[in-house]
């Protein structure tokens, strides 16, 4: 079955007869037969194409993504800055040859270096937010010859060993274990504690604002006050930017919210300009010079930092710069907030309270099986959303910051229907 690249000619042209029926087979039997159940259980259209804020299903409907991919589509889907870079580079050269230097890697950890905070340089290029904290926590063993880790419940840093590790949900722990010995977890906004945990820790691993937790939003100045206890023991600061980096939070990292600069910074979802998978660690240069100055190859990646992902983390970061995305985050993201808090008001009994920082929007339920009634109505009325992996009773609203303030009307009324459908169900019961 051949589809056209134009979203006109499959509306026009109607159902694409087969699709779901094939995709769904293809699911049940070769990719996650429980998965593949229950997204049909829950309605799961399949995707086939998407623009900007919006994807399109096999049927020829629009649905605005606010799942967002899980924070990936800072830009939208398909930016054409990135689209138009990825192509550029395809005709000269996709994946490194890793003997020679390699353009791109060099241009965008050199654009990385400008954008983030404070003297953080030296750029590590991989293809995944896990990869990333892989990364991030073996550099801060080799740099302070220490081995704890401290990081905060219900985090979410990953699911490989060493960032399931660190993160928070022992569900996703449990069949693994044992993990890495010596990672603690602290309670997460609060210093209580932490300045004896990490008396002999290697690092404190901490997110500027827990997304998979169920987006928790710290008071300003606690990165501030973790800032300086790492600074009086000696362990490392890692800012997990993998989901609030880039603009996602109304400024172009989250922990430039309380202007703290962490020892290393990981990133991915966001850096990829939605096109090319993108995973980086970037640190400072002394953190990097005493883990590897004399061990270059120490960790390494043979896909990391290839030339159409850095094609495409370059044109990402240009466009939006270039197009002030970050400022439409905050505004949008005040927005959408506001309207999800007065939503959450006016339905208390399913929502407790909406929560946020940008574009990146909690609306936290009085039980999590509510969510179960809310996305599946949201998607009737064309608008995607996600659970919160750490917290299943936060879904979560994390749309492109390229998002307009009509797209914000028309989500927040769909998440309206999805509160009144979950309030009529709860009263039926
Ligand atoms: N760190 C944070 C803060 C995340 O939110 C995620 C994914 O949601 C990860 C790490 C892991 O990223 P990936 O799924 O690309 O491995």
Not at 293 to 303: E, G, I
Not at 383 to 402: D, G, H, K, S, Y
Request: proline share 3%.
């Amino acid at each position: 079955m051949s589809l056209s690249n134009d979203p006109e000619q499959d509306t026009v042209g109607g159902r694409v007869e087969g699709l779901y029926d094939e995709t769904y087979e293809n699911y049940k039997l070769y990719v996650n037969p429980t998965l593949a159940r229950v997204m049909k259980v829950s309605g799961s259209p399949v995707e086939v194409r998407a623009q900007g804020c919006t994807i399109w299903d096999q049927n020829g409907k629009a649905y605005l993504d606010f799942a967002g991919g899980y924070g990936v589509f800072t830009l939208g889907h398909r930016h054409p800055k990135v689209v138009a870079a990825v192509k550029a580079q395809l005709d000269l050269m996709a994946l490194s040859g890793k003997t020679m230097f390699n353009i791109m890697l060099g241009r965008a950890s050199k654009r990385l270096a400008e954008l983030a905070p404070g003297d953080l340089q030296i750029s590590f290029f991989c293809n995944s937010g896990t990869e990333a904290v892989e990364g991030a926590i073996k550099l801060a063993r080799a740099a302070t010859k220490r081995r704890s880790i401290v990081a905060t419940q219900d985090a979410f840093h990953g699911k490989t060993l060493g960032s399931l590790s660190a993160s928070g949900r022992e569900y996703f722990k449990d069949t693994y274990a044992p993990l890495l010995e010596d990672v603690a977890h602290l309670e997460y906004g609060s210093t209580t504690g932490l300045e004896e945990a990490l008396r002999d820790a290697a690092a404190f691993i901490v997110e500027p604002v827990q997304g998979e937790g169920g987006v928790n939003v710290p008071a300003a100045g606690y990165l501030r006050q973790v800032r300086e206890i790492c600074d009086r023991t000696g362990a490392l600061l890692i800012a997990d930017e993998v989901q609030t980096g880039l603009g996602r939070c109304g400024t172009m990292f989250a922990c430039d919210r309380d202007g703290v600069v962490p020892d290393i910074m990981t990133l991915a979802k966001g850096l990829s300009g939605g096109v090319i998978p993108v995973g980086a660690y970037i640190a400072r240069t002394p953190v990097w010079n005493a883990g590897y100055a004399k061990h270059p190859v120490m960790h390494t990646s043979t896909f990391g930092g290839s030339e159409i992902a850095c094609a495409a983390a370059l044109a990402a970061m240009d466009a939006l710069v270039e197009e002030d995305l970050v400022e439409n985050a905050r505004v949008r993201g005040a927005q959408l907030l506001a309207g999800a808090q007065e939503l959450a008001r006016k339905y208390s009994s399913v929502a407790r309270e909406a929560r946020g920082l940008g574009l990146l929007v909690g609306v936290e339920l009085t039980n999590e099986g509510y969510g179960g009634w809310i996305i599946p109505e949201m998607m009737k009325h064309g608008v995607t959303a996600a659970w919160t992996l750490n917290m299943q009773r936060v879904i979560r609203l994390e749309p492109p910051l390229v998002v307009t303030e009509s797209e914000i009307d028309k989500a927040l009324a769909a998440l309206e229907a999805g509160l009144s459908t979950a309030r009529e169900k709860l009263g039926a019961l």
